[in-house]
């Protein structure tokens, strides 16, 4: 099936959405963007890991970073920052120009630490839900990289995180389609967002920011 970028939305998005809606419509549908400590953070880290075409093999590990994924199930496109492919003579799937058979593994990096809400599960759920697609195999498990601490934890891909990453795709879309920002919903979790300053929480009555500014200017 051919794919269209411009119908596709952005896989990164969906750790935003799932953080806060708003702040996902805030940065991939009105195209605002602060950087902050958090934000700058994280792309350092990335810095070290994007570095396409890079392949290496680890004994029965290939690791491969940077890597284009797209699912025509979900309607989302990107980059995984790195697919590992662990030797599985039973079980795996065919690569070319490789012995033997594979089970790829999706490894997301976070330049922060691992926290209860879920947004950085189901980013990294949509990614294996893209693997899956591609390979044609059904994954049980995917990796999350914390950069403080520094440690890996594992991701069972249980059939309630592809639910609640389905559930929030169709409601990106939703957004998408319609065009609305939601509205700002104050709580603790705004003192760390990248984007208070131009989202204004106190102002939640107000649709887009845009507005706001226009308002402002
Ligand atoms: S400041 Fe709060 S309401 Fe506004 S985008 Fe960030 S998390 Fe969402």
């Given at each position: ?38 934000t700058y953070g994280g792309q350092k880290l990335h810095t070290k890991v994007d570095d396409p075409a890079f392949s290496e093999s680890r004994g ?158």
């Open positions: 099936m051919k794919m269209d970028n411009e119908n596709y939305l952005q896989l990164a998005g969906i750790q935003h959405f799932a953080f806060c809606p708003r702040q996902w419509a805030l940065i991939h549908t009105e195209v605002q963007w602060q950087e902050n400590v958090l029965d590990i290939i690791v491969s970073r940077s890597v284009p994924i797209h699912s025509h199930e979900l309607r989302v496109y990107g980059i995984a920052d790195m697919v590992e492919f662990i030797r599985d003579d039973i079980n795996g799937i065919k690569l070319a120009r490789r012995r033997g058979r594979w089970i790829p593994r999706p490894v997301e990096y976070k330049h922060g630490q691992s926290k209860l809400a879920s947004c950085d599960r189901v980013q990294l759920c949509a990614q294996a839900i893209c693997l899956e697609e591609t390979f044609g195999i059904a994954l049980q498990e995917g990796h999350i990289f914390y950069g403080r601490p520094r440690r890996r934890e594992e991701v069972r891909l249980i059939d309630d995180l592809r639910q609640e990453t389905a559930l929030l795709v169709k409601e990106m879309y939703n957004y998408h389609t319609s065009g609305v920002t939601p509205p700002a919903k104050y709580r603790k979790a705004c003192e760390r967002c990248s984007l208070i300053e131009v989202c204004v929480p106190s102002l939640s009555q107000r649709q887009t920011v845009s507005q706001y500014l226009d308002k402002m200017l």
